[in-house]
């Protein structure tokens, strides 16, 4: 793997929303709807906010959400066709921007060629699923999503070629998506023959809970998603209890000795942080977290805009956190702005202390119910992050002593004032 994802800020879209596609496949013979190349008015965009990557959801075709995939090797016709992915790389190429596909390897949409030939009965295309009799499994209940025989050679061949193929097309990376369902000799099998043929690749895998060491080490991935982090940043905030975020917070730096986490504070499949933080104030604190730990860090598309919206555990249900974008920046409102420049600020203090803040470990030096240090430091760096959540002002330890680099109030260098001295609810950054 090469070190460029130590650089690495993630700008996450879901495509199929952003663009405002239609929620079903387009009828059989219909002309593709070129709408992906609408992301390149982005671009700019994503490289203002101090963002260096495309994380894209799926664009591969798919009956309706995009993780139903019927066709690996297919753009979806709702986004358009391989055309307009590799112009939307090409353009990214042009400005240094790295580009992270979203793989759905654990199972398919009805519509899969091969599982309609299981289905018609096929016994080599039958060898590709697990199956109940003569009912396929599927994932997590639904009913449209059969789940893959990883242990079927057929099945691992094909990701295999899947993933070269679109390495070959110019992404960077793939997103791994339910890979805490995929059994850890699948992507053992998989990966080494990937990466022969393209070494600098990184992978990260979806994983919500468990070991997140032990399923890098067992399985061969780069990295996983850190939702432990993520539920204990916004958690912790809102319960006034920064036990559970110092907790975690060790939990992550433990895991920094073996794999670097891939860290977000939203995505495509949760409440959005504007929504799910009940006081808005405390937004700053949570970035503040994700941007000075270790970790490789991800921005929902939105988020930095203050986008709201509430996941709903019902059909359509994710509609409110993936909604249509503007056809350009300049059609985003102006109430954003704010939120913006929040983003622009620690992402740009984040990217002045890469790569070495990538791989920091981070300490708990002070700890109330309402108010925590971090000490991040790695090569090159040191940052000490000041938290509170207290409704009056908060002294903390002289110990903690350095220059502000930023903080609630927009602070910039030593301006004399005591930078130990918190406001309510506020946050700072110093110079460890």
């Known amino acids: 793997m090469s070190d460029w994802i130590d650089h690495a800020v993630w700008w996450q879209v879901y495509p199929l929303g952003f663009v405002g596609a239609e929620r079903e496949a387009l009828p059989a013979g219909t002309p593709p709807v070129h709408r992906l190349g609408q992301l390149q008015a982005w671009l700019d965009y994503l490289l203002e906010l101090g963002c260096s990557g495309l994380a894209l959801g799926p664009v591969f075709a798919s009956g309706s959400h995009g993780y139903d995939t019927v066709d690996h090797f297919r753009v979806d016709p709702r986004l358009g066709d391989d055309g307009d992915l590799d112009a939307l790389i090409g353009a990214?190429?042009?400005?240094?921007?790295?580009?992270?596909?979203?793989?759905?390897?654990?199972?398919?949409?009805?519509?899969?060629?091969?599982?309609?030939?299981?289905?018609?009965?096929?016994?080599?295309?039958?060898?590709?699923?697990?199956?109940?009799?003569?009912e396929p499994e599927v994932f997590e209940g639904h009913g449209l999503l059969v789940a893959l025989d990883h242990g079927e050679p057929a099945v691992q061949e094909h990701v295999g070629a899947v993933m070269r193929h679109w390495l070959g097309r110019g992404v960077d990376g793939w997103r791994l998506d339910a890979a805490y369902q995929v059994p850890h000799a699948f992507w053992r099998a998989v990966l080494p023959g990937v990466r022969d043929a393209f070494p600098d690749a990184w992978f990260v895998g979806e994983v919500i809970h468990g070991d997140y060491a032990a399923a890098v080490a067992e399985s061969g991935l780069d990295s996983v998603t850190q939702y432990e982090l993520w539920k204990a940043i916004w958690s912790a905030l809102n319960d006034r209890n920064f036990w559970e975020l110092?907790?975690?917070?060790?939990r992550h730096s433990a895991m920094l000795a073996s794999f670097v986490p891939l860290t977000f504070l939203g995505n495509h499949d949760v409440t959005r942080i504007a929504s799910r933080l009940d006081r808005p104030e405390h937004l700053g604190h949570a970035l503040a977290v994700l941007l000075t730990l270790g970790g490789v860090p991800t921005v929902y598309a939105g988020d930095e805009q203050a986008f709201t919206g509430v996941k709903e555990e019902h059909e359509f249900g994710d509609d409110a956190v993936r909604p249509p974008f503007p056809a350009d920046p300049g059609g985003l409102a102006p109430f954003g702005a704010p939120t913006r420049e929040l983003h622009q600020r620690l992402i740009g203090l984040r990217r002045r202390h890469l790569p070495g803040l990538a791989h920091a470990r981070t300490t708990v030096v002070h700890l109330t119910n309402t108010t925590i240090a971090l000490r991040s430091t790695g090569p090159d760096v040191a940052l000490v992050t000041l938290l509170s959540t207290d409704d009056e002002p908060q002294h903390f330890p002289d110990a903690l002593h350095g220059p502000v680099l930023t903080g609630s109030h927009g602070e910039d260098g030593d301006d004399g004032e005591d930078a130990l001295l918190v406001p309510p609810h506020g946050w700072r950054i110093l110079g460890g």
């Open 92 to 134: 990214c190429r042009e400005r240094g921007i790295r580009v992270l596909l979203d793989g759905v390897f654990n199972h398919v949409g009805r519509d899969f060629e091969v599982f309609r030939r299981a289905e018609a009965g096929d016994p080599d295309a039958r060898r590709w699923f697990r199956w109940h009799g003569d």
């Open 246 to 250: 110092a907790h975690a917070v060790e």
